[in-house]
T-cell receptor, first 111, second 114 residues
Framework: DAKTTQPTSMDCAEGRAANLPCNHS???????VYWYRQIHSQGPQYIIH???NNETNEMASLIITEDRKSSTLILPHATLRDTAVYYC????????????FGKGTLLTVNP | DAGITQSPRHKVTETGTPVTLRCHQT?????MYWYRQDPGHGLRLIHY???????DKGEVSDGYSVSRSKTEDFLLTLESATSSQTSVYFC?????????????FGPGTRLTVT
């Protein structure tokens, strides 16, 4: 699976959009981009995933560049409860689906 | 929230004793996973299961064994606990589909080996 690079930490004001970047320059054609988050002391939570096209669900939007070498997770209106570590993961999925978690980005939403 | 429970939620044990952690799901998902999380290492996969009695090793499987005799239960056993196995253990589940799918995580078990 391709390696990802994320900033160690970011801050965001409550009510503003939070844009979390991820670089995955070695991604291959069959690999998906996944985003998870982990609120302090809880288990990780799935947010969204995508292959080529931009994706949106009730939690967030995922923007993938045309060359697929980077992506951005967007939380449109961040709240204090969105303070968490956000993990960007690249995986080909498949029948033995495994995830490799890096260190992620600590997003702190400030009042 | 996905129906995943882990037991016990907290455990303190002594070096050399056996320990079994249980993960129970009510979702009837085929895949189950055990991860450990330590400061500075993030989450690391210990073992996973792709069906009843079908298991395989992850990246940090030494010192751990697993069993899955029923779809809903996945047990992680430390045959002889060591201090290096002090960690937070997370169970996860997922379902097989033709397209990649998400994993749902349990609340975690905090294990301290003294």
């Amino acid at each position: 699976d391709a390696k990802t690079t994320q900033p160690t930490s970011m801050d965001c004001a409550e009510g503003r959009a939070a844009n979390l970047p991820c670089n995955h320059s070695t991604i291959s054609g069959n690999e998906y981009v996944y985003w998870y988050r982990q609120i302090h002391s809880q288990g990780p939570q799935y947010i969204i995933h995508g292959l080529k096209n931009n994706e949106t669900n009730e939690m967030a939007s995922l923007i993938i560049t045309e060359d697929r070498k980077s992506s951005t997770l967007i939380l449109p209106h961040a709240t204090l409860r969105d303070t968490a570590v956000y993990y960007c993961i690249v995986s080909s999925g498949g029948s033995n689906y495994k995830l490799t978690f890096g260190k992620g980005t600590l997003l702190t939403v400030n009042p | 929230d996905a129906g995943i429970t882990q037991s016990p939620r907290h455990k303190v044990t002594e070096t050399g004793t056996p320990v079994t952690l249980r993960c129970h799901q009510t979702e009837n998902h085929r895949y189950m996973y055990w991860y450990r999380q330590d400061p500075g290492h993030g989450l690391r996969l210990i073992h996973y299961s792709y069906g009843v009695k079908d298991t395989d090793k992850g990246e940090v499987s030494d010192g751990y064994s697993v069993s899955r005799s029923k779809t809903e239960d996945f047990l992680l056993t430390l045959e002889s606990a060591t201090s290096s196995q002090t960690s937070v253990y997370f169970c996860a589940i997922s379902e097989f589909r033709d397209t990649p799918y998400e994993q749902y995580f349990g609340p975690g078990t905090r294990l301290t080996v003294t």
